[in-house]
T-cell receptor, first 113, second 113 residues
Framework: GNSVTQMEGPVTLSEEAFLTINCTYT??????LFWYVQYPGEGLQLLLK?????DKGSNKGFEATYRKETTSFHLEKGSVQVSDSAVYFC????????????FGAGTILRVKS | NAGVTQTPKFQVLKTGQSMTLQCAQD?????MSWYRQDPGMGLRLIHY???????DQGEVPNGYNVSRSTTEDFPLRLLSAAPSQTSVYFC????????????FGQGTRLTVV
């Protein structure tokens, strides 16, 4: 079945550092790929998405590129802020898997001032 | 716009008790689902529904029941609570297409003692 693997955290960075959170996936068919973010005490919200190979999703300075050849969707940000501290989830949906949203384990990001 | 509303936010149950977690959405989404979130395991799908009158099992359905009598509501029933069901529960809704965003409720933190 479909699955998502994320790098383990927590990831601790200083403000203005460069961020990469790795995500790889296994899926049948051609999935859509997502990054969701969960701030403390809240539900998940969509950060960005990409729906086909070589698409780049971007939002709030975060970017991720859908790489079919390496089955990856790594999240990057050039300069993190304390307010980016949250849990980040990589996820996918595919028609062949009933459009169920499948999540990775999540990566905790802590940004120090 | 209320989005996805979950109640209650917190609940403590004794082993063997039953209860219903409520979920309602006002976006006319066909697709609704329940997840549980446990440390280091991401979000795991419990049950989902692709429309009123249609439900199906996810990854971890044992001990839970669902029904979908209307488009708006998707309650999750714990039949006989066990300590292993201590978790944070999230309801989500979306349109049925694989490239669409899922909207999440704020979560219910359940403790079974």
């Amino acid at each position: 079945g479909n699955s998502v693997t994320q790098m383990e955290g927590p990831v601790t960075l200083s403000e203005e550092a460069f961020l990469t959170i790795n995500c790889t996936y296994t899926a049948t068919g051609y999935p859509s790929l997502f990054w969701y973010v969960q701030y403390p005490g809240e539900g998940l919200q969509l950060l960005l998405k990409a729906t086909k190979a070589d698409d780049k999703g971007s939002n709030k300075g975060f970017e991720a590129t859908y790489r079919k050849e390496t089955t990856s969707f790594h999240l990057e940000k050039g300069s993190v802020q304390v307010s980016d501290s949250a849990v980040y989830f990589c996820a996918l949906r595919s028609m062949e898997y009933g459009n169920k949203l499948v999540f990775g384990a999540g990566t905790i990001l802590r940004v120090k001032s | 716009n209320a989005g996805v509303t979950q109640t209650p936010k917190f609940q403590v149950l004794k082993t063997g008790q039953s209860m219903t977690l409520q979920c309602a959405q006002d976006m006319n989404h066909e697709y609704m689902s329940w997840y549980r979130q446990d440390p280091g395991m991401g979000l795991r799908l419990i049950h989902y529904s692709v429309g009123a009158g249609i439900t199906d099992q996810g990854e971890v359905p044992n001990g839970y029941n669902v029904s979908r009598s209307t488009t708006e509501d998707f309650p999750l029933r714990l039949l006989s609570a066990a300590p292993s069901q201590t978790s944070v529960y999230f309801c989500a809704s979306s349109y049925g297409e694989m490239n669409t965003e899922a909207f999440f409720g704020q979560g219910t933190r359940l403790t079974v003692v």
